[in-house]
Each structure stands twice: as structure tokens, then as C-alpha cells.
């Protein structure tokens, strides 16, 4: 997801990155190995998987293995980072240090979107004579689909759970995939604004994109 958003702002248009078989580099191969067992290439040289170093460096570094490739792709200023470079004893530091500060980024940006609606919506008083109305505003303002989509749900919970108006719906995938590249940081600033059947839906997202690319393990790791 992340290199696919790094592609389309690049070049935009947009890119199926990870529905194919990925570069030995990245560590896979068109021949699957056992777990652990090393894939060796034609040209003789052996390509360990790089998956379970990156996995190993956010652990000890007490990361979510999501801050961990973020803040490579962040901080790149030429070209998309590899898989190797995400493991690295700078990559780790490079997230530590970035933690504090993206929160609170993330923090004030959410507040400046609370009082963009709070504005509109006391601007439009007057003629909010029902609740769509209310939510036809707030799907009109200036913030993110994550945020329209959450204060939606949370000023009436029972109405959308069946089916989405359209507005809604162009707001479904843009915003879970906003939130899916940054749950540990929208969940620790603004856990009460994220509803739970906008959790729900990530998930639901979520594993339709890992069935999609044949990943089969009933696990979820964020």
C-alpha cells in the first residue's frame, strides 16, 4: 500500500505493486521455499527472505512494523525505499525519532478538521432542518474521508449500518486506506473519534485486499 501510493504520486496513475511475484531482492521468489529456507537464485547467489529481518528490527525496537517502513517512505528523497533498507539499525531510529512528532502532527490535524466542520456546520444552523442535512454539510467540507466518514457515523449510529448513500460510499475506500497506513497513530491520538464499525470496515478491506494477493494466514498484524 505504501509503495503503491509513493507510485501513483510519482507517476500519477496507479500501481498494482504486490499482486505479482516480487523481486528476489525483496524476498521472494517464483519458487516458494519452506519457512526459513534461503532461495537461491540462478546466478548462484542466495537470497534470504528480507520479510522476517524487518519484522525482527521492529520488535526489538519496540515498533509497529507499519512506523517502521512509513518513515522510510516519508523521509525518501530518491525514489521509493527497497524492502533492505526498512530492517537497518538507521531505519529504526529514523521511526523512533519521528514517533512523537507525527502524532502530534497528526493530532493538530485532526483538531484543524473538527474546527473546519464545527465552522461550517454553525455557518449552515439555520438551514439544518434535518439530519441529512447535517451530514450532506459535513460530506461538503474541506477534510479528509477519514474524518467525514467517522463523524458521520458517530452523529447516528443506527442509520448507516445497513447501506451507504453514495457520498458515503465514494468516502469507503480512500478512507480505510488512509487509516490502514496509520492505525498505531490515528488510535493514539484520537482513539474515540474512530468508530467501531469503521474499524470493522478496515478489516473487512483488508483481508479482501490479502485474499486478493493469495495471502491465506488468519492473522492480522498491524
Known sequence: MFMRRYLLKAKGQPSNYGSQVLPHYDGTSTERP????????????????????????????????LELI??????????????????????AAMAVRRREPERQETFNTLNSYRSVMDLEISKNMPYLKTGEAFIDVILASST????????????????????????????????VEEYL???????????KFIHPLFREMALKFLQTERSYLFIRTNDLIL
Open 34 to 65: 519452506r519457512p526459513g529456507q534461503a532461495v537461491l537464485h540462478r546466478s548462484g547467489k542466495d537470497f534470504k527472505p528480507v520479510w522476517p529481518k524487518i519484522a525482527k528490527c521492529a520488535q526489538t525496537n519496540k515498533l509497529s512494523v
Open 70 to 91: 512509513r518513515s522510510q517512505f516519508d523521509t525518501s528523497i530518491s525514489g521509493a525505499p527497497g524492502a533492505q533498507a526498512c530492517h537497518s539499525s538507521r531505519a
Open 144 to 175: 479528509s474521508a477519514i474524518f467525514k466518514l467517522n463523524t458521520v457515523l458517530l452523529i447516528d449510529d443506527t442509520s448507516h449500518k445497513g447501506a451507504f448513500g453514495p457520498g458515503l460510499l465514494d468516502l469507503l475506500k480512500p478512507a
Open 181 to 191: 497506513l496509520r492505525p498505531d497513530v490515528y488510535e493514539a491520538v484520537w482513539s
